[in-house]
């Protein structure tokens, strides 16, 4: 009997091993999904989860194909000493990245190597409204210095600073193109950052501040039009939010809490 059990477990090593080393990456396409709650996936992914490759995409239903949501593919190469608590993991895509991302640490704490990821903007109309409303494209670059990431008690602490730059930004709702280009900095403290929105350039006028605190956004800021553009622009920005009170100019209120 003891000899049984023995080769039992001899079995299950062998087979737990094998899975291990050559777990294949379409695989991962499932537990991605799992982890985004359903709305993002890995498409046309091929090798293993140790060196593999994939494009990122939208979840589809059933029979339905996977679009790609970023430019290119993302290859990775991950080393095996994972599995003993030495994360090493390199990820690269010359369409996407500005330049290769390493991901380094242990089983709680890891760095995250600066890089730059260009976004589709169109993909902002799904944070809900008004962004919705206004379906906004151009082009969006998020940039991030060397980042320090903590796991405890299931919160995930982030220490450094990220940048997204929204250049030539336009909305279906005006004729206007582009409405102007614009940066978002977002400083990290553990589980809280605080954000500035400015402008940089073009007719509609961004501004505000406001922080980010265990997930829990609170922002407030204000849009307008530059000199000359008061007219063209009321309607759309009578739609971000309602006026400023005592402003003599069409100033709007933008407030997130």
Do not use: C
Request: hydrophobic residues 45%; aromatic residues 6%; glycine residues 12%.
């Amino acid at each position: 009997m003891k000899r049984i059990v023995l080769w039992l477990l001899v079995i299950a090593a062998t087979m737990a091993l094998t899975l291990a080393v050559f777990f294949p990456a379409s695989w991962l396409g499932a537990i991605v999904e799992a982890r985004s709650g359903g709305r993002l996936t890995l498409g046309d992914a091929q090798g293993t989860l140790w060196r593999g490759s994939a494009f990122v995409g939208g979840a589809a239903g059933d029979n339905s194909p996977v679009t790609p949501l970023l430019p290119g593919r993302f290859s990775w190469k991950i080393s095996p000493l994972a599995l003993l608590g030495m994360v090493n993991m390199e990820l690269e895509n010359s369409e996407a990245l500005a330049q290769p991302v390493t991901f380094r640490g242990g089983w709680s704490q890891w760095q995250l190597s600066p890089s730059a990821l260009l976004l589709p903007a169109e993909g902002l109309a799904g944070l809900g409204a008004p962004l919705n409303t206004l379906a906004p494209s151009g082009t969006m670059r998020l940039s991030w210095t060397g980042l320090e990431l903590a796991l405890a008690n299931r919160q995930l602490s982030v220490d450094g600073r990220t940048t997204l730059e929204m250049s030539d930004m336009a909305s279906r709702l005006s004729s206007i193109r582009p409405l102007g280009s614009y940066a978002l900095a977002l400083d990290w403290h553990g589980q809280q950052a605080q954000l500035t929105l400015s402008s940089v350039k073009g007719p509609l006028l961004l501004s505000g501040k406001g922080g980010l605190n265990n997930g829990r956004l609170q922002f407030s800021g204000q849009a307008e039009a530059a000199q000359g553009y008061e007219d063209t622009l009321a309607n759309l920005l009578n739609l971000l939010g309602q006026r400023k009170p005592g402003s003599d100019r069409n100033i709007i209120a933008l407030e997130f809490h």
